[in-house]
C-alpha cells in the first residue's frame, strides 16, 4: 500500500479493552485485611488438590516461605506416600515373582495366541491368512493359491511344482489336441503369473 493513498488515512484501529478486562477480573489477595490485587495462585494444601489461595505478591511470598505439604505426617507416613507418589499408587512385586497370577486372563491368553513369525518361542502355531514366514496373504492371493489347488501354507517351491504339474496335465499337446482344458489352463496361469508379480515366489 501507498503511504500517501486515500486509503492509508481512513484504517483505524480499535483500541484493546483486553487490558481494562483483566484489571476488571483480578480478584482481591485472600490474605485477611489486605485490599491489594491478588494476581498469584498458591495451592491450599494436602487433601485440597486443585484448590488455590490467590494472593498479591508480598503475601504469595511469605505463604510460600511457611509452606509445607507434608505439615502434621509422620516420617514414616511421610515416606509411604512419597514411595506411593513415585510408583504411581500401583501394587508391585520383585521381578518373575507372582507374574502370571497377577497378570489378567486377557494379557494371558494375548500372550499366547500372539504372533511368533519367527518361531522364537518353538514352533508356532500356524495362523489361517499368514504365510509360514508370517507375511500376510492378500485375497488375491489366497484365491490364486486355491485356484492352484493349495492352501495357504505353500511355499514358493510347492508352488513352482504344483504349476508345473498343472500346465503339463491341462496342455493340449497332453490331452491329444484338445482344447476341453483351456479355459482352467489359462487361469493357472494367470494365478501363477499373479503370485509371481506379488512376489510371493
Avoid at 498469584?40 to 509445607?68: D, I, L, W
Avoid at 500372539?114 to 485375497?139: E, I
Wanted: glycine letters at 8%.
Amino acid at each position: 500500500m501507498k503511504l500517501d493513498s486515500k486509503y492509508f488515512d481512513k484504517i483505524r484501529v480499535k483500541p484493546s479493552s483486553d487490558k481494562k478486562k483483566a484489571a476488571e477480573t483480578i480478584p482481591q489477595c485472600d490474605w485477611p485485611d489486605c485490599p491489594r490485587p491478588a494476581r498469584h495462585k498458591a495451592p491450599m494444601g494436602r487433601g485440597h488438590e486443585g484448590k488455590f489461595f490467590n494472593y498479591c505478591t508480598e503475601h504469595v511470598q511469605e505463604y510460600n516461605k511457611s509452606y509445607n505439604y507434608f505439615s502434621g505426617m509422620k516420617d514414616d507416613e511421610m515416606q509411604e506416600f512419597q514411595k506411593n507418589a513415585r510408583l504411581g499408587e500401583r501394587p508391585t512385586w520383585k521381578l518373575g515373582q507372582n507374574a502370571t497370577p497377577n497378570a489378567s486372563s486377557v494379557r494371558r491368553r494375548g500372550a499366547q495366541m500372539r504372533a511368533d513369525p519367527f518361531g522364537l518361542n518353538g514352533a508356532s502355531a500356524k495362523q489361517p491368512g499368514r504365510h509360514p514366514t508370517g507375511r500376510a496373504l492378500r485375497s488375491t492371493e489366497l484365491k490364486a493359491l486355491q485356484t492352484l489347488g493349495l492352501d495357504d501354507a505353500a511355499t514358493p517351491e510347492h508352488v513352482k511344482t504344483q504349476y508345473k504339474t498343472l500346465v503339463k496335465r491341462l496342455h493340449p499337446d497332453a490331452n491329444g489336441g484338445s482344447r476341453a482344458n483351456e479355459d482352467t489352463l489359462k487361469a493357472v496361469i494367470q494365478a501363477y503369473d499373479h503370485l509371481r508379480s506379488s512376489g510371493f515366489c
